[in-house]
């Protein structure tokens, strides 16, 4: 049985920074054809105990556009050297959230920030809706309920 969804401690330490530890984290979404598309985000890392937030350089392609008709994406972590948590697989719902620019701008890691300076990009937050994943106690699962 799991436990709810909870990014905390070893599970926030593994994804907050994981860019700048080498590690970032891969985001698959569905793009218009139907087709998967998957790539690193730096700028990713916990907004809340359910929540990631993403800075998305391009507002207006990719991933910002299609979480808007198909929200439903999933996000890998792999590191094997790192304190706690070493794989995250991560299923949720995606939202562009103009509204948190300012806050999710200035949460992610300087190297994004710096790639994108001029912030043309937009916020984008994820219900987390499942984490299972292997850590320094071994495997979990979590899930909303």
């Known amino acids: 049985m799991s436990e709810p969804v909870s990014l905390t401690g070893e ?9 700048l530890r080498g590690h970032p984290i891969a985001v698959a979404f569905v ?3 139907g087709s998967p598309s998957v ?3 730096g700028g990713t890392y916990v907004h809340s105990p359910t929540e990631l937030g993403i800075w998305v350089r391009k507002r207006d392609s990719g ?3 299609a979480i808007t008709e198909r929200p439903r994406v999933s996000l890998v972590f792999y ?3 790192g304190p706690g948590a070493r794989y995250l697989a991560i299923e949720g719902r995606a939202r562009v959230a103009p509204d948190l620019n300012d806050e999710v701008y200035s949460s992610i890691v300087e190297r994004e920030q710096q790639a994108d300076a001029d912030r043309k990009g ?4 994820i219900d987390v809706d499942s984490v299972s994943g292997a850590g320094a106690d071994g495997f979990f699962q979590q899930a909303r309920d």
Request: without cysteine; hydrophobic residues 55%; glycine residues 4%.
């Open 31 to 33: 793009r218009d054809d």
């Open 63 to 65: 991933l910002a556009v």
């Open 11 to 19: 599970i926030a330490d593994a994804i907050n920074g994981a860019a």
């Open 39 to 41: 790539s690193v985000r």
């Open 79 to 81: 590191e094997t050297d």
């Open 122 to 125: 937009v916020a984008v937050i």
